[in-house]
């Protein structure tokens, strides 16, 4: 999350992690920390945050500033079940991701299957999120939204994310949920002349638009 970086900043940090990895740490931190003089709430959070990663990292190093990498242990058991207990319901901390629903979707069912969950997602789950997805499918213009429709226009972005969740889930119900026709519609809807692609209607255009569009078609076969 550091932008300002000089090539000193950036030679220095490349020496720290191949030699001292807390050094490196700390360059980053402070690197990041001052790199503004503009104060905001976020970067006070994002300070916070920092801070406190620093504190973890640092339970983890010894004597002689290496990584005891024996003690960095992840747990995989614990991601599985704080990943599958948010797909039924979020805290209040989220609302500010309400445009970013099929997101949240998409980024607990990846990392549920990644991590290879012993147990699979009940079928009441699967089809609450089907449903759920559904809902945020315009039916009038095609792609997904960021949270049920009415209220929110489709986006190539969470387009992306609903896709391959419902990819993810890969069962007939699932599949069946994608308006593909309608899909298409806005696929190409959204790309432009010069071959680039707005990531909504009347929006940006950039590298995210591409790879999102591409995605999506290769996913669902609308490579014509």
């Not at 058991?77 to 309400?98: F, M, R, T, V, W």
Request: proline content about 4%.
């Amino acid at each position: 999350s550091c932008f300002f970086l000089s090539q000193d900043h950036c030679d220095n940090l490349r020496a720290g992690f191949c030699g001292n990895l807390q050094w490196a740490a700390m360059a980053l931190y402070w690197t990041c920390a001052t790199s503004s003089e503009v104060h905001s709430h976020t970067q006070e959070e994002q300070q916070r945050t920092e801070e406190s990663c620093l504190k973890c990292f640092n339970m983890w190093l010894n004597l002689d500033n290496t990584l005891q990498r024996d003690a960095v242990l992840f747990k995989r058991n614990e991601h599985i079940s704080y990943c599958k207990a948010g797909l039924g319901q979020l805290g209040e901390g989220y609302s500010s991701l309400d445009a970013s629903r099929p997101w949240l979707c998409y980024w607990m069912l990846h990392a549920i299957e990644l991590l290879r969950s012993p147990t699979p997602l009940p079928a009441s789950t699967e089809i609450a999120i089907i449903d759920f997805l559904s809902q945020c499918q315009d039916r009038q213009g095609g792609g997904f939204c960021g949270g049920p429709v009415p209220g929110q226009s489709a986006h190539l972005a969470p387009t992306y994310a609903a896709i391959n969740a419902l990819v993810t889930i890969g069962s007939e119900a699932a599949y069946s949920a994608i308006d593909r026709p309608l899909l298409r519609q806005f696929l190409l809807r959204m790309k432009k002349p010069d071959g680039s692609f707005t990531m909504h209607d009347n929006g940006e255009s950039d590298v995210r638009g591409a790879y999102c569009a591409l995605a999506v078609a290769t996913l669902t076969n609308l490579m014509d």
